[in-house]
């Protein structure tokens, strides 16, 4: 099985299987796949990527 690494641009949180997939990319959380509104954070609390990347993903 291949890991995945989350999609949202700073992150690189391994992806669960069970994530869902949001236009062809995968996120680890709902936060990443959201794009971070309300620079919601990552469910990986070592991550730093909704401040880096707060405003939304560039797709
Ligand atoms: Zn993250
Ligand atoms: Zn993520
Ligand atoms: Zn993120």
Request: contains cysteine; proline residues 7%; hydrophobic residues 20%.
């Amino acid at each position: 099985m291949t890991q995945r690494i989350c999609d949202c641009t700073y992150c690189e949180c391994v992806v669960p299987d069970t994530a869902p997939e949001v236009n062809g990319k995968v996120y680890c959380c709902e936060a990443c796949a959201t794009s971070h509104p309300d620079n919601q954070p990552c469910q990986d609390s070592q991550c730093d990527c909704h401040r880096r990347n707060w405003g939304g993903i560039k797709t």
